[in-house]
């Protein structure tokens, strides 16, 4: 399967904390991005980081990339209770498939 | 501005019956247009994109089916459902561009297969 992997699955945490999620996956990418889902709805986009970059900052986000360990975080910092969603990383091998991790479903408690 | 519409939201239908989901994208030329399952709890499926009319790739072989009959269209379709087929479906589009960017989401239809 091309698809990433999300770690953890479920994380709760309190308002004002940082959140962090990681995303593994398995094969050579062009770049990776993040998206959320609030329940029952689209997804939208959150930051997009290339093969060649290593971090990447966008307002409270803050994403990572390690190509040599096929792996990636995201950092919410200073969570808010409408932060509450899941989180999923995409792989972008080439062309124009993306293929989606299983997801991280945050909970942050107000 | 662009903006993508999917339809019906909420589908409820017998096994053995047909289904066609329809997605319309706004303010757009030749977009790449995709099609994703996403199971209760679960991640995302890639099941179909598309790059042109009539130019359909699959990702995963199934009894359902996409068409592009039109450029700023892409539709879903089964002749005969399975319990398997119940999920939430999403339609997306990005641009065609000299490198792979985002991915414009659709609101979803929630199909429940009885």
């Known amino acids: 399967s091309q698809q990433g992997e999300e770690d953890p699955q479920a994380l709760s945490i309190q308002e004002g904390e940082n959140a962090t999620m990681n995303c593994s996956y398995k094969?050579?990418?062009?770049?990776l991005q993040w998206y959320r889902q609030n329940s029952g709805r689209g997804l939208v986009h959150l930051i997009l980081?290339?093969?060649?970059?290593r971090e990447k900052h966008s307002g409270r986000l803050r994403v990572t990339l390690d190509t040599s360990k096929k792996s990636s975080s995201l950092l919410i910092t200073a969570s808010r209770a409408a932060d509450t969603a899941s989180y999923f990383c995409?792989?972008?091998?080439?062309?124009?498939?993306?293929?989606f991790g299983t997801g991280t479903s945050l909970t942050v408690i107000p | 501005s662009q903006t993508i519409h999917q339809w019906p939201a909420t589908l409820v239908q017998p096994v053995g019956s047909p289904l066609s989901l329809e997605c319309t994208v706004e303010?757009?030329?030749?977009?790449?247009l995709y099609w994703y399952r996403q199971a209760a709890g679960r991640g995302l499926q890639l099941l179909f994109y598309?790059?042109?009319?009539?130019?359909i790739s699959s990702e995963v072989p199934q009894n359902l089916s996409a068409s592009r009959p039109q450029d700023r269209q892409f539709i879903l379709s089964s002749k005969k459902l399975l319990l398997s087929d119940s999920g939430f479906y999403l339609c997306?589009?990005?641009?065609?561009?000299?490198?792979?960017?985002?991915?414009?989401f659709g609101e979803g239809s929630r199909l429940t297969v009885l």
């Open positions: 997306a589009w990005n641009e065609v561009s000299g490198y792979t960017g985002e991915l414009f």
């Open positions: 094969t050579s990418i062009n770049n």
């Open positions: 980081i290339r093969s060649n970059e």
């Open positions: 995409a792989t972008v091998p080439t062309g124009n498939q993306f293929y």
């Open positions: 303010g757009t030329s030749n977009p790449n």
């Open positions: 598309s790059v042109g009319i009539g130019q």
